[in-house]
């Protein structure tokens, strides 16, 4: 496929999704996935597919996700994910395990602390507009080390090397807005954080999520992961 068909037809998924003005003003390059299969699933069934997995995986019943060569040929020549995942980077916090999923049914966002930046925004809006996916859910997690980094600036006035002071950033609002609540500082600044991302997604002004979301075609959530005992707490569902 030569660049300026993958551009033309990029742009006509693009059309689809948000409207002609935004589609020109791309000009991206790329071809579009829209060509392919997408998800049918709605977006509460792609949320109750993601608890029931969980509920699996904190018995400890065993993971039913298709693996292996058959599903890697099945999708190398596209994707049909049913859910974005905005989670954190630590390690400890492996979506596709926790929601007992395989390969190709998850998009995963991640980065210390769950935050959504330039980069985290055009991965989600991308996994909306061009591959379908009806849900997307911001997973944070107990004990988050770059949640307690944050508490730490707001408490202490802490500093960090090289680009961490910058990555922490986004979450001291969080930790500002329950500062004096009842409760762990951190566990509370973690929902808080969770939240506001939520509530970002939700209000984004991206005509690529705004759209959905109107036609009840999109659904914002959050969850938190206990690393305790292997339950996510699934939140901010409205």
Known sequence: MGPSLARRRFLTGCL???????????GIGIACASEGAKTTLTPDQALDLLRRGNDEFKVDLPFHAVMG??????????????????????????????FGRGLGELFIVRNAGNT??????????????????????VLGHERCGAVEAAVKVVKENATYPGSIGQMIEPIVPAVLSVQGRDGDLVDNAVRANISRTVARLRTASSPLLQKPIAEGRLRVVGARYDLDDGDVDFFDLA
Do not use: H, K, N, W
């Not at 596209?78 to 954190?88: D, E, I, K, R, S």
């Not at 330039?118 to 989600?124: C, K, N, Q, Y």
């Open 16 to 26: 689809c999704c948000a409207g002609a003005g935004l589609a020109a003003s791309t």
């Open 69 to 98: 060569r058959q599903r890697r040929v099945e999708i190398s020549q596209g994707q049909t994910p049913f859910a974005v995942l905005v989670a954190c980077s630590d390690s400890r916090v492996a979506p596709e395990l926790l």
């Open 116 to 137: 959504v930046d330039t980069a985290a925004m055009g991965s989600i809006e991308y996994a909306v507009a061009v591959v379908g996916v009806p849900l997307i859910m």
